[in-house]
Every structure is written in C-alpha cells, then in structure tokens.
Nanobody, 119 residues
Framework: EVQLVESGGGLVQPGGSLRLSCAAAGFTFSSYVMTWVRQAPGKGLEWVSGVNSGGEPTSYTDSVKGRFTISRDNAKNTLYLQMSSLKPEDTAVYYC????????????WGQGTQVTVSS
C-alpha cells in the first residue's frame, strides 16, 4: 500500500526558511515523478513543483520560482522541498503526491504538513 508521510512544517517568520520532507513507501519510489501541492486557507489546491525520477525538477509554479527547490533522495525514498525567503502567502498545507503517469495524475497523497508564515 502506498504511504506518503510529510514532515517539517511549522511556524516561521517572513523571510525565513523551512525544509519539508516526504517519506515514501509501498511503491518503487525511484520510478516515479514526485510532486508537491499546497492548499492555502480558503483556497483551492495549487500544484507547486515536480521532480523526475532522476532528480531533475520538472517545473515550479511562478509564485515560488527562485525561492523553492525540489529534490529527492532515491536511496532514502524521500522527497524534499527547500523553501527560502518565505512569504505570508506561502501559508498552506503542503502535500506530497505520487504522479503515476508523469502528467499530473496524482492518485496518492500524504496527510499534509502545515506551513505558517507570520510575524
């Protein structure tokens, strides 16, 4: 059974940094594109970034370009999102998700981790 468990969220001041992690199990992690998706309070889901099986980022949503870095460690079955220069509008629940096709077919999601950016 696919399991995705996010961690690393918390409260941070504007301009600060956080690194999110997603521990994966139940599938061949190294074979899949992995993604981060977020949901801000009162807003819909927003795709943030994806990384291919070899560790190359596929893209970033415009609002995080230059500030966030997606990466993965296939030996540890772990996905990461390094977030820097955080803004209040980055406040959201962040989810990792498996992309089963490489075309944003996000069938499996973690429970999410809360990131709050506030002074």
């Amino acid at each position: 059974e696919v399991q995705l468990v996010e961690s690393g969220g918390g409260l941070v001041q504007p301009g600060g940094s956080l690194r999110l992690s997603c521990a994966a199990a139940g599938f061949t992690f190294s074979s899949y594109v992995m993604t981060w998706v977020r949901q801000a309070p009162g807003k819909g889901l927003e795709w943030v970034s994806g990384v291919n099986s070899g560790g190359e980022p596929t893209s970033y949503t415009d609002s995080v370009k230059g500030r966030f870095t997606i990466s993965r460690d296939n030996a540890k079955n772990t996905l990461y999102l390094q977030m820097s220069s955080l803004k209040p509008e980055d406040t959201a629940v962040y989810y990792c998700a498996q992309d089963s096709t490489g075309w944003h077919t996000l069938d499996y999601w973690g429970q999410g981790t809360q990131v709050t950016v506030s002074s």
